[in-house]
C-alpha cells in the first residue's frame, strides 16, 4: 500500500464507523420512522478531506422543530410519519348515513395528524420543547475528530520517522 493513501484510508474509516454509530444511535433513540434518514446518510470522500451527508433535516434528530411556519399541508406528513410509526387514532365516526369520503378509522386518524402538526406549528416538537439531546450525533462526531487527530499524528510521527536523507550523514531517527 502506497504511504500516501493511509491518510484518505483512515478518514473513510473513521467517516463510515461514524455513519455506523448515528444510524446506531437513531435507531437505540426509537426515532426511525421510515428509514429514509438512515438511507440519507453517505460518506464522500474529497481532495484534501471528506464529508458525512445527511438528509436537509438531520440535524432535529438532536434539537426537535422549533414552532413557527410549516410546510403546507404538513398535516399529512404527519400522517405519513403516523403510518411509518405504527401510530393509530381512535376512529371518528360519522353522524349521518350518506356516502363519505373517509372511513371512520382515517377521519380519525388525519384528525390527529392536524392536532399534532399544529401542536408543533404552535409549540415545536416535545423535543425541542425539553431542550434537545447530544447523544444522536454531536458526541460521536467530537469522538471521531479526536481519534482522527490521534491517528492522523500517529501517521505523520511515522512518516517523519523515515525520512530518507540524501546525504553522507545517514537517515533521521
Do not use: C
Request: hydrophobic share 35%; aromatic share 6%.
Amino acid at each position: 500500500m502506497d504511504i500516501e493513501s493511509v491518510p484518505r484510508l483512515i478518514l473513510a474509516e473513521e467517516l463510515g464507523e461514524l455513519k455506523a454509530k448515528i444510524i446506531q444511535n437513531h435507531t437505540a433513540a426509537g426515532q426511525v420512522a421510515s428509514g429514509k434518514t438512515a438511507k440519507s446518510l453517505r460518506v464522500e470522500l474529497e481532495e484534501g478531506g471528506g464529508r458525512l451527508y445527511g438528509r436537509r433535516y438531520f440535524g432535529v434528530l438532536e434539537t426537535g422543530r422549533k414552532a413557527g411556519k410549516v410546510p403546507r399541508q404538513f398535516y399529512l406528513i404527519i400522517r405519513q410519519w403516523m403510518k411509518d410509526k405504527g401510530i393509530q387514532a381512535p376512529p371518528m365516526p360519522y353522524k349521518t348515513n350518506r356516502p363519505h369520503k373517509y372511513t371512520p378509522a382515517e377521519r380519525g386518524a388525519r384528525s390527529m395528524a392536524a392536532a399534532i402538526a399544529e401542536t408543533i406549528r404552535r409549540k415545536g416538537t416535545a423535543l425541542h420543547r425539553k431542550g434537545g439531546r447530544d447523544d444522536i450525533y454531536s458526541r460521536e462526531i467530537e469522538a471521531t475528530r479526536k481519534r482522527l487527530m490521534q491517528r492522523f499524528s500517529q501517521f505523520i510521527e511515522m512518516k517523519v520517522e523515515h525520512i530518507k536523507l540524501n546525504t553522507d550523514v545517514g537517515d533521521i531517527k
